[in-house]
């Protein structure tokens, strides 16, 4: 007989579930968040201990001793990542006023939405924007989704794969710009990524790039070791975008 077993991501969601279940009924909730914090970290895995510290940090609580040696980086890392995200921050998330802004993130009117061929979905997460300047453009064979989940992991054992596609001008770059500061300003919300590529193909060094080093165009100088640490571990951690 044959038993399939469940995904990660139902782990995770029956497990959000009964801790949100026990903080309601807990007499001290934020202790029991607390104990909840420390079980993750003493699991001994990196995006677990990120997370738990995150909350930590947020409770003003002190973070255990035994953490830096579990999810610590390379400085020199750490240097590129913080460097980066500070790029990243005073970058204008729309690079141009037109089409005319709509809020103060995005320019027209984007439609972002999953594409549920079948056909494909096994090989990548493919996401199609589509959208006018005066409407948002109904796709009933689609199911929009926010700027959140793009990212948002799949079951397949590949690295995630995701492809944006859409018309010039249609805000493909501002999507790039709007997932480089949501970075920038704190974790993702599906994933835990110690760094953010954001590699323009209108850049030709970029484009005619052969190794990873090669994508390291800004300040590699100082952090030469870099692509090396994140070819050591087969890109873990690592988020490349690119614009083209």
Same mark, same amino acid.
């Given at each position: 007989?044959?038993?399939?077993?469940?995904?990660?991501?139902?782990?995770?969601?029956?497990?959000?579930?009964? +801790?949100?279940?026990? %903080?309601?009924?807990?007499?001290?909730?934020?202790?029991?968040?607390?104990?909840?914090?420390?079980?993750? +970290?003493?699991?001994?895995?990196?995006?677990?201990?990120? +997370?738990?510290?995150?909350?930590?940090? !947020?409770?003003?609580?002190? +973070?255990?001793?035994?953490?830096?040696?579990?999810?610590?980086?390379?400085?020199?890392?750490?240097?590129?990542?913080?460097?980066?995200?500070?790029?990243?921050?005073?970058?204008?998330?729309?690079?141009?006023?037109?089409?005319?802004?709509?809020?103060?993130?995005?320019?027209?009117?984007?439609?972002?939405?999953?594409?549920?061929?079948?056909?494909? !979905?096994?090989?990548?997460?493919?996401?199609?924007?589509?959208?006018?300047?005066?409407?948002?453009?109904?796709?009933?064979?689609?199911?929009?989704?926010?700027?959140?989940?793009?990212?948002?992991?799949?079951?397949?054992?590949?690295?995630?794969?995701?492809?944006?596609?859409?018309?010039?001008?249609?805000?493909?770059?501002? %999507?790039?710009?709007?997932?480089?500061?949501?970075?920038?300003?704190?974790?993702?919300?599906?994933?835990?990524?110690?760094?953010?590529?954001?590699?323009?193909?209108?850049?030709?060094?970029?484009?005619?790039?052969?190794?990873?080093?090669?994508?390291?165009?800004?300040?590699?100088?100082?952090?030469?070791?870099?692509?090396?640490?994140?070819?050591?571990?087969?890109?873990?951690?690592?988020?490349?975008?690119?614009?083209?």
């Amino acid at each position: 007989m044959h038993v399939l077993g469940i995904t990660n991501n139902e782990k995770s969601s029956k497990l959000v579930n009964v +801790i949100e279940q026990q %903080l309601k009924s807990s007499l001290n909730p934020e202790q029991y968040l607390i104990d909840i914090c420390h079980v993750l +970290i003493n699991q001994q895995h990196r995006t677990l201990t990120d +997370i738990a510290t995150s909350i930590l940090h !947020q409770l003003g609580q002190s +973070i255990p001793d035994n953490v830096t040696s579990i999810s610590s980086i390379p400085d020199d890392v750490q240097g590129y990542a913080d460097n980066m995200r500070q790029h990243y921050k005073h970058q204008p998330i729309v690079a141009t006023d037109w089409p005319p802004r709509i809020g103060k993130d995005f320019f027209g009117r984007l439609a972002l939405v999953e594409k549920q061929d079948s056909s494909t !979905q096994a090989e990548s997460a493919w996401h199609l924007l589509r959208g006018q300047v005066d409407k948002t453009v109904k796709l009933t064979e689609n199911k929009e989704i926010s700027v959140e989940d793009v990212l948002q992991p799949t079951n397949s054992s590949l690295s995630l794969r995701v492809v944006i596609d859409g018309p010039p001008g249609i805000g493909k770059t501002t %999507l790039c710009r709007k997932l480089l500061n949501m970075w920038s300003n704190g974790p993702l919300v599906h994933q835990q990524y110690d760094l953010v590529l954001y590699c323009p193909l209108r850049n030709s060094k970029i484009a005619t790039a052969t190794t990873l080093a090669d994508l390291f165009v800004r300040q590699l100088k100082r952090y030469k070791n870099v692509p090396e640490w994140f070819e050591d571990r087969d890109g873990e951690g690592l988020l490349i975008i690119f614009d083209g």
